[in-house]
């Protein structure tokens, strides 16, 4: 397949990939370069929860709580751990848990035995939870309006009329799963994004499908993922989309083999492995 200039280049603007995206873009004028809407949204949360000293005595606590509980009886009402990566994508479950743990407290001995008797005991170990209990619904709150945005340009991307768009969609949340501050920010950001929108046209908003792509790629891969790029890179296309077998046959009969050694030998440096493996041959016994 023949591809020409890419219109569009997405990323988390790490800083591997941030300076050779406006490099190529500065060279070509129809290329645009956008943030992935998810990193964003993540490092939105991260600012906002890092500046409350509120978030790290909750975490501190309930980390103390798991080494006391974790082996015992009341392992059942251990809150959810929070990734060591990118945790910032991954609050949800989290405080989710902190609601229905708040829930129970409130409930008390309303409902059954069952529940009076897993009430007391979340009162034993949760009971400080309820001078948080502002604090989790604001948390929840900013949690869900990132969620709500990430959602949104994850599926209908960045064009022309997208902030209006998600500004009507922010519009319709309850009040319990949106801040409006945040909102504001997001709406903006998103903006900034669909500038370079032409008329009719949709970009992508989030790297989580080539990402995606990527990672079944890496599984091919297995080991060899570790050590560079090898030829393996041209099974990309195949990852995607529907492949006949009669289609299949006649890229293989189109294609020779020959063809596909000498494009890989022209860009392909050697993967740090194929290195490692010629340069210590002669010293195999």
């Known amino acids: ?14 800083s591997d990939v941030k300076k050779g995206s406006a490099l190529f ?42 080494a006391r509980i974790q082996q015992t009886s009341d392992a059942f009402l251990l809150a959810p751990s929070l ?11 989290l405080l989710r848990w902190a609601r229905n743990i708040l829930a129970l407290l409130d409930r008390g001995a309303a409902n059954g035995q069952h529940s009076q008797r897993a009430g007391q005991r979340a009162d034993t170990r949760y009971g400080w939870l309820r001078e948080y209990r502002a604090a989790v619904e604001q948390w929840s709150r900013w949690e869900a309006t990132v969620r709500h945005s990430v959602e949104f340009v994850r599926t209908r991307g960045l064009s022309c009329r997208c902030q209006l768009d998600l500004m009507a969609r922010f519009g319709a949340l309850p009040a319990d799963q949106r801040d409006d501050v945040l909102a504001g920010e997001l709406c903006e950001f998103v903006g900034s994004q ?56 006649a890229a293989l009969e189109a294609t020779p083999v020959k063809h596909v050694v000498k494009w890989c030998d022209e860009h392909l440096s050697a993967s740090v492995q194929s290195q490692r493996r010629l340069t210590f041959a002669s010293h195999h016994t």
């Open 1 to 14: 397949m023949r591809t020409g200039i890419p219109r569009q280049i997405v990323s988390d603007h790490g």
């Open 25 to 66: 873009a500065g060279r070509h004028a129809e290329t645009v370069v956008t943030y992935d809407a998810a990193h964003h949204g993540a490092i939105v949360l991260q600012r906002r929860f890092e500046a409350d000293s509120r978030w790290f005595e909750f975490v501190t606590r309930l980390g103390q709580i798991k």
């Open 83 to 93: 990734r060591p990566k990118a945790r910032y994508m991954n609050l949800a479950s």
């Open 194 to 249: 669909s500038e370079a929108a032409r008329a009719g046209e949709r970009l992508v908003g989030s790297t989580e499908v080539l990402e995606s792509v990527f990672g079944k790629w890496k599984s091919l891969e297995r080991q060899e993922s570790r050590q560079g790029i090898t030829t393996l890179i041209l099974s990309l296309g195949s990852l995607v989309g529907h492949w006949p077998a009669s289609r299949i046959k």
